[in-house]
């Protein structure tokens, strides 16, 4: 996950954001070594979501990340050049780890025992609805910032973005060269349409109907994923 540079790089040459430490070039924030700086930096990025799914990105300052993290500020600013280049790394480490989840769950459906590639794609949103349940506010962040293009950390969103989509793809892929689904299945579109399934069903879950169980949830969509995505079976 290391493409900080092509973020330094956008900002270009020795330009600092506002946000920045003073006195930090875009070479500040050094690199993230141990255990120790791995939990801090965890720290740090849930400080960060919580705070800025609560009052906004730019009404969230450094002063108040340092203090919901429990570190000094001076910490904030060793982890990460400025207060953008550290949510543009949350995003980054949460997608990372979304990609991850369905990776997982998707090989463990296939090695099962009879596991269809549908199946693998079932798996994977079970397991997109449990990661999104334990991280509700990355995700709100996630879907927020998917609308909007000005952002300087855009491509990186766009780059993490694409690791996710590719995870869906690469079943979708395996279950038209096996003969699961169809060969004219448009599967980049397909790809973001269940990704997409997922995380907006999901929130609507979590903020409008908490009462239904995530089994419950996982059955409707799972339905929806048998009838309209993989061929009708017969009765």
Request: glycine share 8%.
């Amino acid at each position: 996950m290391s493409t900080r540079t092509a973020h330094r790089g956008r900002h270009g040459g020795g330009v600092v954001r506002d946000d920045a430490a003073p006195g930090a070039g875009p070479e500040a924030a050094a690199p993230a070594h141990g255990p120790r700086r791995g939990a801090t930096r965890r720290k740090l990025f849930d400080a960060a979501v919580t705070l800025i799914a609560e009052q906004g990105f730019s009404a969230t300052t450094v002063d108040e990340i340092a203090e919901r993290a429990g570190v000094a500020k001076g910490t904030v600013y060793y982890n990460f050049a400025s207060k953008n280049v550290l949510y543009e790394e949350l995003l980054r480490d949460g997608v990372d780890l979304l990609a991850a989840s369905l990776q997982d769950a998707a090989d463990r459906a296939v090695r099962a025992g009879g596991g269809t590639r549908v199946d693998a794609l079932d798996a994977m949103i079970r397991a997109g609805l449990d990661f999104i349940a334990g991280s509700p506010s990355l995700t709100q962040l996630y879907v927020a910032e998917l609308w909007r293009t000005n952002r300087v950390w855009q491509p990186t969103l766009e780059s993490v973005r694409g690791r996710a989509i590719a995870v869906v793809e690469s079943v979708l892929r395996d279950a038209i060269a096996v003969g699961e689904l169809s060969e004219e299945l448009d599967v980049p579109l397909t790809a973001s349409a269940l990704l997409g399934m997922v995380l907006v069903a999901a929130l609507d879950w979590l903020s409008f109907q908490p009462h239904r169980s995530v089994e419950d949830v996982h059955a409707s969509l799972s339905r929806l994923l048998q009838g309209r995505v993989s061929p009708m079976r017969p009765d």
